[in-house]
């Protein structure tokens, strides 16, 4: 499967950003989808993640109550809802697909940049 991130861009601290990442499967919905950052200096660390259907979310710390994860299965895209956004928050975003855990994908888009100004 291939992911194409969009959506990044430069932002002011308390702004909103959407990323949205399409995949190019037909079978968009056997496969689970997570959004990954890595900021520069930094490792690349999980953001959050969605099961197959949607019903099951998971989150970081950092971004718990800010950041919501969704997809639509009928248009093979996963989103990234980014509100209340900090400068910590700048990082390169990359989302990635697995057949079964999110936390470990095997498939992984490119990447967008997402700069939050303070």
């Known amino acids: 499967v291939q992911l194409q991130a969009s959506g990044g861009g430069l932002v002011q601290a308390g702004g909103s950003l959407r990323l949205s990442c399409a995949a190019s499967?037909?079978?968009?919905?056997?496969?689970?989808l997570g959004w990954f950052r890595q900021a520069p200096g930094k490792e690349r660390e999980f953001v959050a993640g969605i099961r197959w259907t949607g019903g099951s979310t998971n989150y970081a710390d950092s971004v718990k109550g800010r950041f919501t994860i969704s997809r639509d299965n009928a248009q093979n895209t996963v989103y990234l809802q980014m509100n209340s956004l900090k400068p910590d928050d700048t990082a390169v975003y990359y989302c990635a697909a697995d057949r079964s855990n999110y936390y470990t994908p095997n498939y992984w888009g490119q990447g967008t940049l997402v700069t939050v100004s303070s």
């Open positions: 499967t037909r079978s968009f919905s056997l496969y689970v």
